[in-house]
């Protein structure tokens, strides 16, 4: 026979007893048991890990106890699952018992394995999850012979599903395309991803380009300001949205005449044309007082007649653009070559407008405006003031705004200089303070 186990079996006290000669227990043939009615005592119970019996000897005169059960445990396999998303339960199934049971559900903690508060039962769900975690079923008998661990089952959680980005704002002439808009893929979740364009004229509600499901898009012709999104999704959930990005339409006239305008001190105005820009002349005027600055751009010609007039202290900057560059279409950076007036009529070229940036008046009396050539956008831009020492005197972060008011009238008369720094570029103009 095998695991088979022969004994004397007295019923006291509902106990199932044997009596045994002393250590006169052993394994017979084929893994049978045998023991003899005589005077020690022992415990005979058969672990859950393997099929043989184990034998727990007793210090007094006692009973054998025979506790005849065979386990195994097993629970349901492995998960992924997206980020805080529902987890199937966790089953376990234990095979092959007789009697009662201590039953735990255990989690791996990195090191070693813990119990979960009250998971005693056959199933166990852990609910949503922010991270990859181990948990295993254990079976422990009730004679003390051992413990019986289930498989581990490993429930991995995908990172959080974040949107990627799209770029850039742009400004552009009217009935003309804007350049391609470019987008970065999303992170966390779990591919594939799939992407759905969206554009709306009114930044409120948004609805779906037809075709426009790849990374990139190029938009057509446009006659209105538009602004455009891009829908991310994951098989994790709902999909996520990047952010917005501006295409600005401008009307730009093809002839434009200025009569009759004064632009005072702090005031900064840009006049366009796509051909002729006409400025002053038939007896109208065009000034500009000291601390005022205009721009002047056309596509063609600009004709700067008789009333034009720029005080000492005020700035005029006109150029014909070659790169379809207007009032609103970004940083003014004129070639080379721009159209000049004599200094008669007052205009001190306050530094260096292909730096980006100018400053006015200059000299000054302690008060001037830095005017940037574009907006900062995501990158402030850093503005520093020095002394002739080195000194720094002022700073200040421009987030926002192309005109800035600066002011050392509590400095002495002297020569400062003004540094003007963004995404790692630097430039420095001498400030002159009379």
């Known amino acids: 026979m095998k695991n088979t186990i022969i004994f004397n079996l007295l019923l006291l006290s509902g106990i199932a007893q044997a009596q045994t000669n002393k250590a006169d227990v052993f394994s017979g043939g084929g893994g049978a048991m045998h023991g003899n009615a005589y005077s020690n005592f022992g415990t005979f119970a058969q672990p859950l890990s393997s099929a043989t019996w184990c034998i727990s000897y007793m210090n007094r005169e006692g009973f054998i106890k025979a506790q005849l059960s065979y386990a195994q445990a097993t629970t349901t396999g492995d998960q992924s699952v997206c980020f805080q998303a529902p987890v199937e339960t966790l089953v376990a199934t234990i095979m092959n018992t007789e009697g009662p049971l201590l039953k735990q559900w255990q989690k791996f903690n990195g090191t070693n394995w813990t119990d979960i508060y009250q998971a005693t039962q056959n199933t166990y769900n852990p609910g949503p999850l922010t991270q990859t975690s181990v948990y295993r079923f254990i079976v422990n008998d009730r004679a003390g012979c051992g413990t019986v661990a289930s498989n581990s089952v490993t429930i991995t959680v995908y990172p959080p599903f974040e949107a990627g980005t799209i770029s850039s704002n742009q400004v552009i002439l009217q009935n003309t395309a804007p350049a391609l808009l470019t987008g970065t893929i999303p992170t966390g979740g779990t591919p594939p991803y799939s992407y759905q364009w969206e554009v709306s004229e009114d930044n409120l509600v948004f609805s779906s380009i037809s075709g426009a499901t790849s990374l990139d898009f190029q938009p057509g012709i446009l006659s209105a300001t538009n ?27 093809q002839t434009l005449s200025v009569t009759n305008v004064t632009i005072f001190k702090g005031m900064s105005k840009c006049y366009n044309a796509q051909q002729t820009l006409t400025v002053a002349g038939n007896g109208t005027t065009f000034k500009i007082k000291a601390g005022g600055l205009a721009d002047l751009i056309a596509g063609q010609q600009i004709n700067m007649l008789p009333g034009t007039h720029v005080e000492p202290g005020g700035y005029l900057h006109a150029f014909i ?22 200094q008669e009529s ?37 503005v520093r003031i020095y002394n002739s020492l080195g000194k720094e005197i002022q700073s200040q972060l421009i987030f926002a705004g192309r005109n800035h008011a600066f002011s050392i009238e509590n400095q002495v008369k002297g020569v400062y200089f003004m540094m003007v720094e963004q995404n790692g570029q630097r430039n420095t103009v001498k400030v002159v303070r009379q």
Not at 321 to 342: D, E, H, L, R
């Open 227 to 253: 602004w455009f999104r891009m829908l991310q999704v994951s098989p994790c959930g709902p999909g996520v949205t990047t952010n917005k990005v501006v295409i600005h339409v401008i009307v730009v006239p």
């Open 321 to 342: 653009t070659t790169t379809g560059q207007y009032c609103f279409t970004g940083q003014i950076t004129p070639p080379a070559k721009t159209a000049s007036i004599t």
């Open 346 to 382: 007052g205009i001190t070229p306050p530094g260096k407008p292909e730096d980006g940036f100018v400053c006015f008046p200059n000299p000054n009396t302690g008060v001037f405006t830095l005017r940037l050539g574009s907006e900062p956008g995501v990158s402030p831009v850093t």
